[in-house]
Nanobody, 125 residues
Framework: QVQLVESGGGSVQAGGSLRLSCAAAGNISIIYNMGWYRRQDPGKQRELVA????????TYADSVKGRFSISRDRNKNTVLLQMNSLKPSDTAFYYCEAEILGQESGGAWSRRDYWGQGTFVAVSS
């Protein structure tokens, strides 16, 4: 079964940097797109932070442009989010997302979205 495993969250002071990593594991045929989302309040929906598609085209939320950078390693099935010049407003749970053609636990192959468990980033002023 396909899983996304995140790492790299933590606490940092404003102006600092963190790097998030997400690795896709399992029986995978193709990873189409990968991205990072965040939820800043429990009652709100997750919002897009950065996204990289199968053509390596990058998309960023306006709030992180110029500060965050997304990249992927196709050989390792990973996506990274380098976060620089962090602000207290970046404090949130960050979630990795990927559209994958992978094998389900029952053996069938399907193309769908997968989500990581989330990693918390806290930025203090």
């Amino acid at each position: 079964q396909v899983q996304l495993v995140e790492s790299g969250g933590g606490s940092v002071q404003a102006g600092g940097s963190l790097r998030l990593s997400c690795a896709a594991a399992g029986n995978i045929s193709i990873i189409y797109n990968m991205g990072w989302y965040r939820r800043q309040d429990p009652g709100k929906q997750r919002e897009l932070v950065a996204y990289i598609n199968n053509n390596s085209t990058e998309t960023y939320a306006d709030s992180v442009k110029g500060r965050f950078s997304i990249s992927r390693d196709r050989n390792k099935n990973t996506v990274l989010l380098q976060m620089n010049s962090l602000k207290p407003s970046d404090t949130a749970f960050y979630y990795c997302e990927a559209e994958i053609l992978g094998q389900e636990s029952g053996g069938a192959w399907s193309r769908r979205d997968y989500w990581g468990q989330g990693t918390f980033v806290a930025v203090s002023s």
